[in-house]
């Protein structure tokens, strides 16, 4: 019983991520979507794709943010490209992306997370429709992949196109007058 709770509170805490992440695109005026409704839909449908990765029976829980950029991941693989929802789920996994570039090593992410992190780069990098019934590159890693050693400074991404659309991203989102 406690279990299911804590994979609850898990999961919501992640959508509350996926939550804050599409309300910001949506105040910027690109986006029509409901936040709240397509958060937990985004959520529930990663969830979905394979509940032991996240209720601690395969490995450690993932952490919040490893979530959601599945989330978003999954979300790009679900609506159609030029979908308002596609393009929030693709700004957000930018977003992600860029926040552990800048900040990865205060976050006490596992093997697991970072596996999560690099399914949704290459979700990111790829932009190419696929079909939606193959989720295998989507699939959470195995229980043996969860025991890599945790992100840190040295491990993350050092890909230079990965770069490049971080700070292309950076600069799009600095250019809005009522960005924070």
Known sequence: MFGAIKVTLQLSAAAVVVQNLLERWQHTGLFDL??????????????GQDEGQFNGKKGPRPHKIA????????????????????????LSIGSILMEIEANGHNYPLTGKDRLFLELAAREYASRDPV??????????????????????????????????????????????????
């Not at 693989?77 to 789920?89: F, G, I, T, V």
Request: proline share 7%; with cysteine.
């Open 34 to 47: 409901d936040p709240k409704a397509l958060s937990s839909k985004l959520v529930a449908r990663a969830y």
């Open 67 to 90: 979530v959601a950029a599945l989330a978003f991941a999954q979300g790009m693989r679900d609506y159609d490209l030029s979908s308002d929802e596609y393009n929030a789920c693709h």
């Open 131 to 180: 079909n939606v019934n193959d989720v295998a590159d989507l699939q959470p890693p195995s229980q043996d992949a969860a025991s890599i050693a945790p992100l840190t400074v040295e491990a993350r991404s050092s890909d230079p196109e990965l770069r490049r659309r971080m700070s292309d991203l950076q600069a799009r989102m600095d250019a809005f007058p009522g960005r924070n």
